[in-house]
């Protein structure tokens, strides 16, 4: 009876072991495949640090259940090791310190949440806002680059592009506003993304992204100099899936209108393979544009796609991502959800270096601000 009870038990963890492995096995192709041929690695990528962790498990019962044989779930391991490497940062070791260093450049990343609420009324002492302007001040980054970034005109409102520019004084900024909408009478709300700099912008461009036909969206790059020498910036926000597009105000429901009935009647998982599709397309415009220029670039954006993605790997290839190069852990950048997700990254050609990099959890946007020093070699 006993060896019966034995043999069931060992039976049944050797069904889980492979069980495990499968769904790990199917995502080693997410950063090969592209998810509009095979659209579940769209998820298994979404998933994929529960799924290591569940392959980690297959790899230590496979050791007392399968024994000699336990070396093929390791082999198995091994061969996901691009998603590995892109997933987790290797350098616990390594410390931020607000201080720039000599001869450095620092660039701050943040999708802003349109700064929240800038209306008068709610400009209260340390409401988050003005928390987050408080942030950046204490940052001193020579770029900031943000995505989500909305501006207010109107007598009942902060205007939020005139305050970083002349009040944390970013003299040179290039602004791409993809679209705007009257706030009940009161004024104009734009929207966008936007390069604020202290370093002089001598040149710029704005670069449509596909998908234009239901929401305009596009991304940009300005050149800076920096002493003798330039380098580009490239800021870009992937569309927003808007899984809570239900909750979307009235005002900003008319840039959902084509697509209505995707955000208010279609389940998340249909979202999800829709907008990685899109994804997909953009990114492809955005690395055209890396893949011409010349010029050292740093690369700042929130993917909305996971590092584990097709579409993260598409677009790092070849570069560094400042998170991998100085960070440790997971990396989360999205405060909702799950914080496993790195959506927000920083990416950028040799021969820049990366000196120090840092991800800041604060809980103000739904996105968590990151720094990195660089230094132009």
Request: charged letters at 15%.
């Amino acid at each position: 009876m006993a060896s019966r009870k034995a043999s069931f038990i060992k039976t049944t963890l050797g069904v889980l072991c492979i069980g495990l492995s499968i769904p790990y096995i199917i995502a080693i192709a997410t950063p090969y495949i592209n998810p509009v041929h095979f659209w579940p690695l769209t998820f298994l990528a979404l998933a994929y640090p529960l799924v290591l962790a569940a392959m980690l498990l297959a790899c230590g019962l496979s050791i007392p259940i399968f024994k000699k044989y336990s070396f093929f779930f390791w082999i198995v391991l091994c061969l996901g090791y691009k998603n590995i490497l892109a997933i987790w940062g290797f350098h616990p070791n390594n410390k931020f310190t607000m201080e720039k260093p000599a001869g450095s450049v620092r660039i701050l990343s943040w999708n802003v949440n349109e700064f929240l609420n800038a209306a008068i009324k709610n400009d209260t002492p340390g409401n988050p806002r003005r928390q987050m302007l408080a942030f950046i001040r204490q940052s001193n980054a020579d770029v900031l680059c943000f995505q989500d970034f909305a501006t207010d005109s109107g007598r009942h409102f902060r205007s939020t592009l005139p305050y970083i520019r002349d009040s944390l004084h970013y003299p040179y900024s290039s602004f791409v506003n993809n679209f705007s909408f009257g706030i009940e009478g009161y004024g104009i709300q734009r929207n966008g993304i936007i390069i604020f700099s202290r370093l002089p912008i001598i040149d710029s461009a704005v670069i449509s992204l596909p998908n234009a036909e239901h929401f305009k969206e596009e991304f940009q790059w300005v050149t800076l100099q920096y002493g003798q020498q330039n380098f580009k910036i490239i800021n870009a926000h992937l569309r927003s899936m808007n899984l809570h597009g239900n909750q979307a105000l009235p005002m900003e429901s008319q840039f959902y209108k084509p697509d209505t009935t995707l955000f208010l009647q279609k389940s998340t998982f249909y979202k999800l393979r829709y907008f990685d599709k899109v994804h997909v397309n953009q990114a492809k415009t955005i690395r055209s544009v890396m893949d011409t220029t010349d010029q050292p670039f740093v690369f700042c954006g929130d993917l909305n796609s996971v590092p584990s993605s097709y579409v993260y790997h598409y677009l790092s290839k070849g570069l560094q991502d400042a998170f991998l190069k100085t960070g440790w852990g997971l990396g989360g950048t999205y405060d909702s959800i799950s914080p496993t997700l790195r959506i927000d990254v920083m990416l950028m050609r040799k021969p820049i270096q990366i000196l120090q990099h840092k991800t800041f959890p604060l809980h103000l946007s739904d996105h968590y601000p990151s720094i990195t020093d660089i230094k132009l070699q």
